[in-house]
């Protein structure tokens, strides 16, 4: 498993949704920075995300995990997508003017944070996007596919996905590399590989300083 980064300064920032909250940890001599999003009904312990998070800091990467501000006022459901979009952008303009300032930003998230990541991946001026667990189509519902959302990311994309994933497993292309683990949609079967799979696709996308 990763090496553990240190612990985290918490950050409130102000969004037009009212507050979000980033939990920031830093490493010395960063070479990038990456921010990640939760889950529609989870937060930023989300396992999957903490081995994310801990993969990136081993690489020297700044990692910022955001609470959208629905969850930091303290309800369990999503708000529309418009208004996660625009409150997430808030906290990357904030975070790459000020505290990430002149770092590479790589930015992404799980499930519904990464299909955000991927909307917003051009307005963010990310280097990368990083998808765990992308929810191609609602269980049961192939028909109503979200991959236009992961097509229209123009930057180098990982998609991290579950072989047993009941949202789906979503099609490669030319700048998206598709990593399949073990379990399903809670990525939790194998984190070791999810780790893995992050600290061997960063170098590759930011450089290794």
């Given amino acids: 498993m990763a090496t553990k980064t240190a612990k985290a300064t918490e950050l409130e920032i102000e969004t037009p949704q009212g ?5 920031l940890h830093r490493v010395k001599e960063p070479v990038a ?7 529609a009904g989870g937060g930023v312990g989300a396992p999957d995300l903490v081995a ?3 993969a990136a800091g081993a690489a020297r990467v700044d990692v910022a995990l955001v609470e959208q501000p629905y969850r930091v006022a303290g309800k369990r459901s999503p708000v529309p997508a418009p208004r996660l979009d625009e409150g997430w952008i808030a906290v990357v303009e904030h975070l790459r003017d000020g505290e990430l300032a ?12 990464a299909r955000v990541a991927c909307r917003t991946a051009a307005e963010s001026g ?8 992308f929810p191609l189509h609602p ?26 994933d009941q949202f789906g497993m979503p099609a490669g292309g030319s700048n998206r590399r598709i990593v399949t683990v073990a ?13 893995a799979a992050v600290a061997g696709w960063l170098p590759s996308v930011v450089g290794e300083g």
Avoid at 103 to 111: E, M
């Fill in 183 to 195: 379990g399903n949609h809670g990525l939790k079967s194998d984190l070791e590989a999810v780790a």
């Fill in 102 to 113: 002149d770092l590479p930003l790589v930015v992404g998230g799980r499930s519904a944070g």
């Fill in 19 to 23: 507050p979000a909250r980033a939990h």
């Fill in 139 to 164: 269980p049961g519902r192939p028909e109503k596919s979200r991959q236009a959302e992961l097509d229209a990311v123009q930057v180098p994309t990982l998609v991290v996905q579950g072989e047993r």
């Fill in 52 to 54: 994310a998070a801990e």
């Fill in 126 to 133: 990310a280097v990368a996007v990083l998808c765990l667990a």
């Fill in 33 to 39: 920075a990456l921010l990640l999003g939760h889950g």
